[in-house]
């Protein structure tokens, strides 16, 4: 008893961020769930109105095209950055001085607060005085404006996505390459094997562990995608970019239904969390099933 007590005893290090972190959301939480059942019409002023809130959600169809447009950019997002990032990652050296630069270099993205990220771009793709737009504009040819353009808007909040977040696909990914025994490519030079079948045969399967973190990170950060787009588009041209989170700070802040936006948050919460669920268990089902095989 007394050696398992003291090698539990590192647990007591962590505890007050644990109460810290439960505190903190559990608090928030409660909130929503109080106002969720509730018609708010000023701060003292809020009768219960039950389920009447989650029944005008669902009926809501803010609710399912703001739903639709997350699902697309998720979609999207996903089957994009993670075969970037897998092949940024291949194509990194192992061993070498240019790995130190490489890697932070790499990280530079994801050290950028996201309203700073939305600020960078909201500058760099305008037609006027952004780089971006300029090509787009002047030497493509082609009619490109956020503000205005509903693909243009689409473009720019993806591509600063792709800028902002694969990164960190990458960065998984090259640990897990690097995790790989060099025995399995000296077999692989052995056996004659070509790239493709090295890359099908080792390296993607010992990356299914990373790729399943790499999947459900992005996924849950792009489904709360809000500072970036905000500051980018705020949502438009006219609601073409308006994804779950804006129509949530909309309905709490500008319409100040707070009820309805409970229940909007409960709602995408609970939809982040099953579809996390279900991706946890494809994922480490595949990987079980690779192993057995």
């Known amino acids: 008893m007394d050696n398992r007590f003291a090698s539990n ?52 169809g803010e609710f399912y095209r703001a739903l639709g447009r997350q699902s697309v950019f998720t979609g999207l997002v996903l089957l994009i950055q993670i075969p970037l990032g897998v092949g940024v990652a291949l194509c990194m050296p192992r061993s070498g001085k240019a790995i130190g630069p490489l890697l932070v270099l790499l990280a530079i993205p994801l050290l ?9 771009w909201r500058i760099f793709a305008r037609g006027d005085i952004g780089l971006l737009g300029f ?46 025994p060099n025995a399995y490519y000296q077999a692989a030079r052995i056996d004659g094997a070509s790239r493709w079948a090295v890359f099908r045969y080792i390296e993607l399967p010992k990356l299914r ?9 992005r996924f849950i950060y792009s489904f709360k995608h809000y500072a970036e787009t905000l500051t980018v588009t705020g949502g438009g041209p006219g609601s ?15 319409q100040f239904e707070y009820g309805k936006a409970g229940a909007y948050g409960l709602l ?26």
């Open 268 to 293: 995408y919460f609970l939809i982040i969390l099953l579809i996390s669920y279900i991706f946890y268990l494809v994922l480490t089902r595949m990987g079980t099933g690779d192993d057995n095989g």
């Open 209 to 217: 562990g990373v790729l399943a973190i790499a999947i459900l990170l």
């Open 135 to 180: 090509f787009i504009n002047d030497i493509l040819h082609l009619q490109f404006n956020y503000a205005t353009g509903f693909f243009s808007a689409w473009f720019t909040v993806l591509i600063m996505d792709v800028w902002h977040w694969t990164s960190l696909v990458a960065l998984l990914a090259y640990a897990g390459l690097c995790a790989i």
């Open 9 to 60: 005893k590192g647990w007591f290090l962590v505890l007050p961020a644990v109460v810290l972190v439960l505190i903190t959301a559990f608090i928030p939480f409660m909130a929503i769930v109080n106002y969720s059942f509730q018609i708010v019409f000023s701060m003292e002023s809020h009768v219960f109105a039950g389920w009447e809130s989650f029944e005008r959600a669902l009926t809501s």
């Open 240 to 254: 073409a970019t308006t994804f779950m989170t804006e129509m949530l700070q909309n309905s709490a802040v500008s």
């Open 112 to 120: 950028i607060p996201w309203s700073v990220v939305g600020i960078i």
